[in-house]
């Protein structure tokens, strides 16, 4: 953005271009001010968008047709049905699924088409259509008819063979009216209690109320109707089941009766029982000695020849408690064998006890590891013989299972052809009873609790809304514009934007050359009213100048700019006035191409510095004018080749004697960009400053001027913000520019 918004700049007066110091990034801090300042500038664009959208939401709101909203409200109880005491409530996801069913049920084409009937909407709606006709048809008939003659003569036969539209159906008009209903129906509730509200919006108030009631209604009657047809369903085929499955039944038991009798037998459910049981007691041992017998063949594999040393690393070993406490007995006799060998010969009495020791422990952990190892081979010879008896007896119950399923199968296939067959009568008589008790309630589980009644005020449009939501939308469209101007804007706006995109220092500004109340030209102002607050932004630049090196002031200053027309001419001419004030000053026209000093001064044509150059003759007599300590040395007659002549020996030893001469020397030099004049002047003079014209400099020109000048070597002082409105100055804060202070004294002046 071109505002300044973050303190990043300060300058010091010290020598050279190091008079201006950026500040680290870690001083940046957020300048509100300077948003409020860009808002201000653009505050008419921002009313004028935001009164554009109140206009466009006002239209739109008085504008539209007013739409009324009924509402009626009813309970649904997420019962299957109120006949039966067993019936209990849903689960609460079964709840939830339950109101999402009335929801669609209530929103369906089949209950908004029976509204459809039941209010007759069809003959209303052709009732309307023919009313609307017969009030338009005068005021369009004309046209029309015109219009179809028209079409008849482009056309000719063609349009005498074309059928004419043909009007719905009445089915196609239920279609459509019904979707027309759905499609302005909301329907709520249902979350936290069995309330659900059912809306409806129309234009016609009496009609929204007529068809939300009707809705409920059809709603109440769709539902019982379901479920008394779906109850008439289910008894009906149940009562046609019931009486084959009881003679299924009778069937059944008249055959195990005769066959108990045939055979003489009796109930063996007991019988299989037992022996099941005791059959699986022994499966339940058969693994349980399995899986004992697993676990000591892998200890008694491991053993099995395996060498005397390799016993050591066989986990079922070394993990025997006695084995370990050995082993450890051994490794301390061990130790004590290595500890003894250092301080005694391998004869010596305490050397030989301790290897014996040492062999008695070696000795006595052999012993234990076969003392284990006999153990593990004895315990899976046991576990062999237990599982081969425990299989043994399976097979032997499984003989006696087997004989007795022989001898029983028919009786046991008859007892299960009974039971099920008795099971499945029972189930259907007692749901055939409560299919019977069901089909004769009519009650529902969906009341009315309220009945919509005539809205009186619209629902919609909210206009008060409508006009408010398009005024915020208008100020945040205005203010997103105005700062997404700001943001695609690249040119220079305040002299915080001279510091900030070029890195050179701002001098000052120059203000808009007004047009003067005396004879002076406009471009002389500063000596017309040197208390105006133009004269006072031209001593400021002067100002700083001076202090740009305290040391060594610039005396030869070359003004120019980075394009044509952006007040460096004017900034010249002014600023050689307010050095005219502390000295003898000269003012020298080099641009060469287009001089305009003569004319904006209004001075007579004579000799200036090209004839200087050119002759032999002495600078008294090519000086244009003299105002006080100013003296003018303009262009006069326009060299063919400029740049020889200003490159020549012989200028810089006229700029030289020149620089004895007057005290300071402002040069009004060509615009940078467009021809090298000002770079071959920039290494000849003390201080180069650059004219930016406000709101129109582009800042990548400036920046490619400020890079040609220092690739010659220029001393850049700095830049004035030039052509600056004082009107939209104000905005950017009064200490840009001192209008305020020196205002009513420069009025009366």
């Known amino acids: 953005m071109n505002q300044p918004i973050t303190d990043k700049t300060f300058r010091q007066p010290v020598a050279g271009n190091e008079s201006f110091i950026r500040a680290t990034p870690s001083e940046e801090v957020i300048d509100l001010s300077a948003y409020i300042s860009l808002l201000i500038r653009n505050i008419w664009g921002i009313a004028a968008i935001t009164l554009l959208c109140l206009l466009i939401g006002g239209y739109v709101a008085f504008s539209s047709t007013p739409v009324y909203r009924a509402t009626a409200t009813v309970k649904a109880s997420p019962l299957e049905s109120n006949a039966s005491n067993t019936e209990q409530y849903l689960a609460t996801a079964l709840v939830l699924l339950f109101y999402e069913t009335q929801y669609e049920i209530i929103g369906s ?5 029976k509204v459809v009937d039941k209010l007759d909407l069809i003959t209303l709606y052709k009732e309307k259509q023919a009313a609307q006709a017969a009030e338009e048809k005068s005021f369009v008939e004309q046209t029309i008819a015109t219009v179809k003659t028209e079409i008849k003569a482009l056309l000719g036969s063609v349009e005498e063979t074309t059928e004419e539209k043909k009007e719905p159906t009445d089915d196609q008009l239920r279609v459509a009216i019904a979707k027309s209903i759905q499609a302005n129906l909301n329907v709520s509730g249902g979350t936290q209690s069995q309330i659900i509200n059912i809306s409806y919006s129309n234009e016609d108030p009496e009609l929204a109320t007529e068809v939300v009631n009707a809705i409920a209604e059809t709603y109440i009657q769709f539902g019982l109707d379901a479920r008394l047809a779906e109850f008439r369903n289910t008894g009906s085929w149940l009562s046609d089941q019931y009486e084959e499955l009881e003679q299924q039944l009778r069937d059944s038991e008249d055959r195990l009766t005769k066959y108990t009798a045939e055979n003489g037998l009796v109930d063996t459910a007991q019988q299989e029982r037992v022996v099941n049981s005791q059959l699986q007691t022994l499966n339940t041992e058969l693994i349980r000695a399995q899986t004992q017998l697993s676990s000591i063949e892998e200890e008694y594999l491991a053993i099995q020849g395996a060498d005397a040393s390799d016993l050591y690393s066989i986990s079922a070993v070394i993990s025997n408690n006695s084995v370990q406490d050995r082993m450890q007995i051994q490794a301390r006799q061990l130790q004590q064998v290595n500890e003894l060998s250092e301080r005694y010969g391998e004869r010596h009495p305490t050397m030989i006890k301790a290897k014996s020791e040492l062999a008695s422990a070696i000795k006595n952990t052999d012993a234990e590891v076969a003392k284990v190892v006999e153990n593990i081979e004895k315990n899976y010879r046991l576990a062999q013989v237990q599982v081969s008896n425990i299989k043994n007896l399976i097979n032997e119950q499984q003989r006696n299972i087997q004989g007795l399923q022989d001898k029983n199968l028919t009786l046991v296939s008859l007892e299960r052809e009974v ?12 749901s055939l009873l409560e299919a019977n008790l069901r089909s004769e309630y009519t009650g529902s589980n969906v009341q009315i609790l309220d009945s919509a009644t005539t809205p009186d005020a619209p629902f919609a449009p909210n206009t008060k809304l409508i006009i408010a939501l398009s005024g915020i939308i208008g ?38 050359v007004q047009k003067g109340k005396r004879n ?3 471009q002389m102002q500063y000596l017309e009213n040197m208390r105006s607050p133009f004269s006072e932004n031209i001593n400021t630049i002067r100002t700083g100048l001076q202090f740009s090196n305290i040391d060594s002031p610039p005396k030869t200053i070359l003004v120019t700019s980075a394009t044509g027309s952006e007040g460096k001419t004017t900034l010249s001419i002014n600023l050689a006035a307010a050095f005219s004030q502390q000295g003898k000053t000269l003012l020298l026209e080099l641009d060469l191409r287009k001089p305009s000093i003569a004319h904006y001064l209004k001075l007579k044509e004579k000799k200036g510095f090209t004839d200087l150059m050119l002759s032999t003759k002495p600078l008294e007599e090519s000086i244009t004018s003299t105002i006080g300590n100013l003296t003018i040395l303009t262009c006069g007659s326009q060299p063919p080749s400029p740049q020889e002549l200003i490159s020549s020996e012989k200028f810089s030893k006229l700029l030289s004697t020149l620089s004895n001469q007057y005290s300071h020397i402002i040069i009004d030099a060509p615009p940078t960009l467009p021809v090298s004049d000002s770079c071959i002047l920039a290494n000849k003079v003390d201080g180069v400053i650059l004219a930016v014209k406000a709101n129109e400099t582009a800042i990548k020109a400036s920046k490619e001027a400020i890079d040609r000048l220092q690739s010659h070597n220029a001393n850049i002082i700095g830049a004035v913000l030039s052509v600056v409105e004082p009107k939209k100055m104000s905005y950017y804060g009064s200490h840009y520019y001192a209008g305020e202070y020196y205002g009513n004294e420069a009025t009366s002046s």
């Open 419 to 430: 039971e099920n067959n008795r099971t499945v009568y029972e189930n259907f008589q007692s």
């Open 475 to 512: 100020l945040f469209i205005g203010i997103a514009i105005v700062f997404l101007r700001d943001a695609l804007d690249n040119t220079f706006k305040t002299p915080s934007d001279i510091e900030d995109k070029l890195g050179v220092p701002s001098l000052g500004i120059s203000p808009k």
């Open 520 to 522: 002076a030209p406009p």
């Open 109 to 113: 084409r089949n209950v908004a088409e």
